[in-house]
């Protein structure tokens, strides 16, 4: 661990010197802006070549000339070059943002920005070309976030794209905040400076690697990050002082800095939040919004529910019945398995799956308690077991592909689960839970959601619970959309599946 202090005296030379390092900078944020830009317009070639450019691209007769001439406005390539422009004159490709809300204002933007080209087809009587024009726009909304993914990877390959930073925070909770932030490829923060007080006397052994930095004053602070070229820095804000916004946040953001905060919330819905700030005053307002109680949320979410589940099932049932017969062959038992879970409000319900455990799953778990008394006291933890020796063959495929879940459908159908939610518990869970039990009654359990995504089996039953939390307090139809799209991802690469 290196512990540098650094006198502002001593930095004089290299902050006067500093010009060129400006450049650089200078320089690689204008080419990553490009690159962002340049994977917006790639996406909207692709598809015009997939479609074959002049003969699906909608184009509106705007008048004819004297001599039989037509002047024709183009539906797409007008509204996509002013999309590009004006999120370039606007920044967006500038500003560092998590994936999934980089791909949610993206998808807003192509919205508004395709708006205008349906509102003239359908009022200039072409609204058969509506359909085509609609197509078109939803799959340049499914290409874009994709391609500047890889435009972002290729950045990130070419050492472009991440910025050294430095994280200011309480020991304690520099460990999760550097997981949270390097686990955030999309906005490239390269942690690789660690600031804390001049008391603070120890770190966390997974920070060790960090440079250590523990000025005596926010000017020895500022010179010797900008020493260090650093470009960016993520305070913690129970570590900043009440003055130290002149004496800390001005002269970094004048050193050329960019500054993030992270404030933490627990059990409170931060995704829903919206600001107002007073005029004349420093105080700021935070709205929030408790999205269980919206009830125009409720609705389009059952009714996807509703829909998703109905037609699932229906393409599901050759494979729901060739299941049936696999897993009654095995040992002569029923193919499905019913246990009571709490459900929405607190009420009880039969959660279904495909059975993957022994007839005798029972005596074989009493057995096993007697051979594995320390793995039991876990498992009444956690009440997961590795290696289940009452898991069948079968079983063990299903319960490795997540397919087990799939009768869970007919819960969803039924409005006693929800396609996403919390994780089921079972009736001697809540004590586990504590306080927490409020929130997950909320809302119906999913048959996927954050734990999931997040590690399934490999994630400590406390952390579980944190999930859950977090769901019910800022769920919303894009946060169901992404974590579907990433359950897929994880039951494809088998994530934390036992």
């Known amino acids: 661990m290196a512990n540098v202090g650094v006198a502002h005296s001593e930095c004089i030379r290299t902050i006067s010197g500093s010009s060129f390092v400006d450049v650089i900078k200078h320089l690689r944020s204008c080419a990553n802006s490009f690159a962002l830009a340049l994977a917006d317009i790639t996406a909207f070639s692709f598809v015009f070549l997939l479609l074959g ?4 691209i909608p184009k509106l007769l705007v008048s004819v000339n004297f001599w039989g001439g037509q002047t024709t406005l183009d539906l797409v390539v007008i509204p996509a070059g002013l999309f590009v422009v004006i999120r ?21 933007a192509l919205a508004i920005t395709a708006a205008p080209s349906l509102f003239l087809l359908v009022h200039h009587q072409e609204r058969v070309l509506v359909p085509a024009l609609l197509g078109l726009w939803v799959l340049i909304a499914l290409i874009a976030p994709v391609m500047t993914y890889i435009a972002v990877r290729i950045l990130d390959g070419l050492g472009l ?16 905040l550097y997981s949270a932030i390097s686990n955030a490829h999309m906005l490239g923060f390269d942690i690789r400076y660690l600031v804390t007080n001049p008391d603070d006397c120890e770190v966390p052994k997974a920070l060790a690697h960090l440079t250590w930095l523990r000025a005596s004053s926010p000017q020895d602070l500022v010179a010797t990050l900008r020493s260090l070229e650093c470009q960016r820095v993520v305070i913690e804000k129970t570590e900043l002082p009440a003055n130290s916004t002149v004496n800390l946040v001005w002269p970094l953001l004048e050193a050329g800095i960019a500054i993030d905060f992270a404030v933490s919330f627990r059990q409170m819905p931060i995704t829903s939040v919206t600001t107002s700030s007073f005029f004349g005053s420093d105080k700021q307002l935070l709205h929030v919004r408790d999205s269980t109680r919206n009830w125009g949320h409720c609705a389009v979410k059952r009714l996807f529910d509703i829909a998703v589940s109905s037609f699932l099932l229906v393409a599901a049932s050759p494979f729901f019945a060739l299941m049936a017969f696999l897993i009654w062959r095995d040992d002569g038992g029923h193919p499905f398995y019913a246990q009571t879970r709490i459900g929405y409000g607190g009420g009880r319900f039969r959660l279904l799956k495909f059975r993957t455990m022994r007839i005798d799953s029972e005596k074989c778990l009493i057995e096993w308690e007697k051979t594995h008394p320390e793995r039991y006291v876990e498992f009444q933890k956690s009440f997961k077991i590795q290696d289940d020796p009452r898991i069948t063959r079968i079983g063990r495929w299903l319960r490795k592909t997540s397919l087990d879940e799939l009768p869970q459908l007919i819960n969803v159908f039924l409005g006693k689960m929800s396609l996403v939610g919390p994780r089921p518990i ?6 586990h839970y504590g306080s927490s039990i409020a929130l997950y009654v909320r809302v119906r359990p999913g048959i996927t959601g954050v734990w ?9 039953y406390a952390q579980r619970v944190v999930y859950n939390d977090w769901y019910v307090c800022n769920q919303s139809l894009w946060l169901d959309f992404v974590i579907l799209l990433r359950t897929f991802q994880a039951v494809l690469g088998r994530t934390g599946a036992s």
């Open 452 to 460: 999931q995504v997040m590690g399934r089996n490999n994630v400590p």
């Open 426 to 431: 079972l009736l001697d869970e809540p004590p």
């Open 53 to 56: 450019y002049g003969s699906h």
């Open 161 to 176: 794209w991440r910025v050294p930073t430095a994280l200011i925070a309480k020991p304690s909770e520099a460990g999760i």
């Open 88 to 108: 370039l004159i606007s920044g967006a490709y500038r500003r560092r943002q998590l994936f999934v809300d980089f791909a949610r204002k993206t998808l807003q």
